[in-house]
T-cell receptor, first 116, second 115 residues
Framework: GAVVSQHPSWVICKSGTSVKIECRSL??????MFWYRQFPKQSLMLMAT?????????EQGVEKDKFLINHASLTLSTLTVTSAHPEDSSFYICSARNLATRDEQYFGPGTRLTVT | DQQVKQNSPSLSVQEGRISILNCDYTNSMFDYFLWYKKYPAEGPTFLISISSIKDKNEDGRFTVFLNKSAKHLSLHIVPSQPGDSAVYFC??????????????FGTGTRLTIIP
């Protein structure tokens, strides 16, 4: 089956620092990757959609200069949280989809970010 | 503005019985619906989907029903098993007509199967 990995699975950082989260599709080519965040006991909220080789499309209210997304290859997308603040603490989940095969989105295991 | 709603935050069902999870949506542009299962600290796992041209889709123990006029869908799990205990999210997209891959998720229902 389709496997998506994320690294790291959890990270603690200090306010003002930047954190990079990687999302990899392990056994398929992900033409499109999505980044979500989930607050405790709430739904998954889409942050941005990225297509390989092009700029990400951000959802309304998501600061593109704060959440930098790079989708440089068909198997890797990265989300960098810049100048992190405690309110950025959340569970970040990526998903990947291969539009060529019309499969559903396959989700990574998520990354728990805690900003102190 | 919660376009996809799951009004029951939790549900407990006896093992072997039927579990019914409900989901309502407000955006009439949605034409493709999915159910995901999620364990704590893990990403959602795709379960089953349904297109708006159908009113039922079945896959093993899982059946999804869609009532377009009521903007309502439900997931039936029969028979329920202890391993089904998880949080279930419904999601919707405007994929078929508009090619919009964006998923809008509901708030989730925590299903607990009682042995």
């Amino acid at each position: 089956g389709a496997v998506v990995s994320q690294h790291p699975s959890w990270v603690i950082c200090k306010s003002g620092t930047s954190v990079k989260i990687e999302c990899r599709s392990l056994d398929f080519q992900a033409t499109t990757m999505f980044w979500y965040r989930q607050f405790p006991k709430q739904s998954l909220m889409l942050m941005a959609t990225s297509n390989e080789g092009s700029k990400a499309t951000y959802e309304q209210g998501v600061e593109k200069d704060k959440f930098l997304i790079n989708h440089a290859s068909l198997t890797l997308s990265t989300l960098t949280v810049t100048s992190a603040h405690p309110e950025d603490s959340s569970f970040y989940i990526c998903s990947a989809r291969n539009l060529a095969t019309r499969d559903e989105q396959y989700f990574g295991p998520g990354t728990r970010l805690t900003v102190t | 503005d919660q376009q996809v709603k799951q009004n029951s935050p939790s549900l407990s069902v006896q093992e072997g019985r039927i579990s019914i999870l409900n989901c309502d949506y407000t955006n009439s542009m949605f034409d493709y619906f999915l159910w995901y299962k999620k364990y704590p600290a893990e990403g959602p796992t795709f379960l089953i989907s349904i297109s708006s041209i159908k009113d039922k889709n079945e896959d093993g123990r899982f059946t999804v029903f869609l009532n377009k006029s009521a903007k309502h869908l439900s997931l039936h799990i029969v028979p329920s098993q202890p391993g089904d205990s998880a949080v279930y999210f419904c999601a919707a997209s405007a994929r078929r007509r508009f090619g919009n891959e964006k998923l809008t998720f509901g708030t989730g229902t925590r299903l607990t199967i009682i042995p």
